[in-house]
């Protein structure tokens, strides 16, 4: 995620737009992708301890790390604290398509760390479970997931008016 998010800073640095705007949102930028590795990692977490008590994750586990991850929310606000005011998240909205994401991805990650043992290499457990076309249509689900995600808490910032159709631009 450290090196998507350096590629994707680098890549916009090519727009004056960015190039000005990018600087004073860098510590924002660096203290966000710490709360999405946060998330991921929970997520992941609860898979592997699916794996190892041998039962697939479930409803539980889904809720356990919506509620997670509004914590995870929570402190990156606190963090983010000159932002935090004007960030109002609606999670009825978000918890309906970040629920989704999560069960895809603790889904896939259970799959995946099943098979797994640690000896043979990630990229042949993969293989062997997905074809090509297949790991390219999950990926491009649980992307496009992550993208209605953001899409809707973008929406939950406050920002000037004359500013939010840079904010729809971006999103879109």
């Known amino acids: 995620m450290r090196e998507f998010s350096d590629r994707t800073a680098t890549g916009l640095k090519e727009y004056k ?9 860098k ?20 898979a ?25 929310d929570q402190a990156f606000l606190h963090k983010a604290h000159s932002l935090s005011a004007a960030i109002n998240i609606d999670y009825p909205a978000i918890d309906r ?3 989704r994401r999560i069960e895809l991805v603790i889904a896939t990650a259970y ?8 000896k043979t290499p990630l990229r042949k457990i993969v293989s062997g479970l997905y074809t090509r076309e297949q790991y390219r249509s999950l990926l491009r689900e649980i992307l496009s997931l992550y993208i209605e995600e953001t899409g809707v808490l973008s929406k939950s910032v406050k920002i000037p008016r004359h500013l939010a159709r840079f904010r729809d631009s971006l999103i879109n």
């Open 48 to 72: 592997m301890a699916a794996v190892r008590a041998g039962q697939a994750p479930d409803h539980t586990d889904t809720d356990r790390l919506l509620r997670r991850a509004r914590e995870i």
């Open 97 to 99: 398509v970040r629920q």
């Open 27 to 46: 510590s924002f930028l660096e203290i966000n992708l710490e709360k999405e590795i946060d998330k991921h990692q929970d997520v992941i977490a609860c």
């Open 17 to 25: 737009l960015f190039k000005l705007i990018l600087p004073p949102f």
């Open 111 to 118: 799959q995946v760390l099943a098979q797994w043992q640690g």
